[in-house]
């Protein structure tokens, strides 16, 4: 067992190890952290999505900036999209739950918004239907995907993918990513702010 322990951990490392070394994987993490900076400045929200494990993960970050991370600071204008269980349920029963969150973004969402889907495939329809009627409302969005970027690769304007095709590999890196962008997009929202 303690051999299966390490070999799981290594196995994390490894992709994580893979993530520091791409260079155009790490530029789109800056532009990400930049242009959520550049939303917030202009009064605009970031909205979260995802499903299962992703769910959670989305929930996670919205939180990070709605409550804080390292500095006492003001909320900042986040969500997870799927939190509104009355929401959730009504309208994945009375339409689809394909629909759940491209409804919610049809109400709330404004140009100049960002929104980010976390899907390991990259394929959860869920998503891919939000991510296009943002881009018609003129929101930006951001896929964290796996390797490939399934149907987000092309639905996204900017693309965090994980060079894995492990879920749970790839959860661990999303969540990294997320971290790093919430603790950048913190220090220097709340810095130029000073």
Known sequence: MNNQIKSLVQASIDVKQQVLENAALLQTVEQVIALIVTAFRNGNSVYFCGNGGSAADAQHLAAEFSGRFYKDRKALPAE????????????????????????????????GDVLIGLSTSGNSRN?????????????????????????????????????????????????LLGHTICQLVEAQYFEEEA
């Open 80 to 111: 997870a999209l799927h939190c509104n269980t009355s929401y959730l349920t009504a309208v994945a029963n009375d339409y689809s739950f394909d629909l759940i969150y491209s409804r919610i973004i049809d109400g709330i969402g404004k140009k």
């Open 127 to 175: 998503i891919v239907r939000a991510f296009e009627h943002a881009k018609a409302k003129g929101l930006i969005t951001v896929g964290f995907t796996g390797a490939t970027g399934g149907l987000l690769k092309t639905a996204s304007d900017h693309l965090i993918n994980i060079p894995s095709s492990d879920t749970p590999r790839i959860q661990e890196c999303h969540m």
